[in-house]
């Protein structure tokens, strides 16, 4: 079992950056890949970005590419997103997600532990 603590989140205005972090108890943190989700209102929750378990391998989707990092420490059990350039578009409810599948992998359903979820608001 895994616990997932998100924060950093706010709110921003364009342009701006925000961090978020993903603070993981329970298992060993580096035995799961990672992965962030976000729902905007009234949508559908979507991939953003995700790691590997060793933090090797790096994987988003397309609209956040060059604008999103994701990272992760595996010593202090913690991952991240880093977020420059945000817009209004990018306002939603973030959430980070464990799995201990073996790959990177992109869909909700193959993920196992989820956070409670950190807002995002970019003002125009």
């Known amino acids: 079992q895994v616990q997932l603590v998100e924060s950093g989140g706010g709110l921003v205005q364009a342009g701006g950056s925000l961090r978020l972090s993903c603070a993981a108890s329970?298992?060993?943190?580096?035995?799961?890949?990672m992965g962030w989700f976000r729902q905007p209102p009234g949508k559908e929750r979507e991939f953003v970005a995700a790691?590997?378990?060793?933090?090797?391998?790096?994987f988003y989707t397309g609209s956040m590419k060059g604008r999103f990092t994701i990272s992760r420490d595996n010593a202090k059990n913690t991952g991240y997103l880093q977020m420059n350039d945000l817009n209004p578009e990018d306002t939603a409810v973030y959430y980070c997600?464990?799995?201990?599948?073996?790959?990177?992998?992109?869909?909700?359903?193959?993920?196992?532990?989820w956070g409670q979820g950190t807002q995002v608001t970019v003002s125009s």
């Open positions: 997600a464990a799995t201990s599948r073996h790959t990177i992998v992109v869909v909700t359903t193959d993920y196992e532990y």
């Open positions: 790691i590997s378990k060793s933090g090797g391998s790096t």
């Open positions: 329970g298992r060993t943190f580096s035995s799961y890949a």
